[in-house]
């Protein structure tokens, strides 16, 4: 199911959700009827969440089935929602939007390339799967530069065609190019998916929609 959402009356809906194929990260001052559409379209857990006022886990987390990263930006490092037995890493680095600039499925991870080794190191411990470091269409920000589940990947449009080649190796996915939002490329910030379902931006247009749908689902 794919489904169109505004939040805080932002269409970047992927800053505040994170989510995987059993659950989703949402800010604990949502309202019911946009619990209730989140869950509608991912078919998930929903774990609400008051580690942190800001309520952007789409920037500030990431997960796969192994693990869930979370900023060692964040004060509150009590975690007040159930991981699925996850292995939780706070990182600490010069890097705090992890959730921008760390992407990750159970076959690999991508990371900024700015990103220390001994956190590289860390990441690839605490998501259980192999991690480099890399540039997504030319773009550090890997994580708001695309949108991966276990069954497909949207890239940024710049995205070159033998980048495409690494991602799909890498990933074990399709990977195509696509926008959101009427056109924006960071797809990452502009849709939230798992294997179930599909939430987008209420900008998106009808063709993004098609092309969104096509690759996620």
Same mark, same amino acid.
């Given at each position: 199911m794919i489904k169109k959402l505004s939040l805080f009356e932002n269409n970047y809906i992927g800053l505040y959700l994170r989510t995987w194929d059993d659950?989703? #990260?949402?800010p604990s001052s949502l309202e019911d009827?946009?619990?209730?559409?989140?869950?509608?379209?991912?078919q998930v857990d929903i774990r609400k969440s008051r580690m942190d006022d800001s309520g952007m886990y789409g920037i500030f987390s990431v997960m796969n089935s192994n693990g869930i990263i979370i900023?060692?930006?964040y004060r509150n490092k009590d975690i007040d929602f159930d991981t699925g037995q996850r292995n939780v890493?706070? #990182?600490k680095d010069m890097i705090n939007a992890v959730g921008n600039d760390i992407v990750a499925n159970d076959h690999g991870a991508m990371v900024h390339e700015d990103f220390s080794k001994k956190s590289v190191m860390a990441i690839e411990d605490a998501l259980g799967v192999e991690t480099i470091q890399g540039t997504i269409g030319g773009f550090p920000t890997v994580g708001s530069s695309s949108v991966l589940t276990s069954k497909g990947?949207?890239?940024?449009?710049?995205?070159?065609?033998d980048e495409i080649e690494i991602l799909k190796d890498f990933f074990k996915v399709s990977v195509k190019l696509g926008t959101a939002n009427f056109g924006s490329p960071m797809v990452?910030?502009?849709i939230v998916a798992n294997k179930n379902g599909i939430i987008v931006g209420n900008d998106t247009t009808s063709i993004e929609l098609t092309a969104i749908d096509d690759i996620l689902s």
């Open positions: 659950m989703v #990260l949402v009827s946009e619990i209730e559409a989140i869950q509608e379209s991912l900023s060692g930006m890493l706070f #990182l990947m949207i890239v940024n449009p710049e995205t070159t065609d990452g910030s502009s």
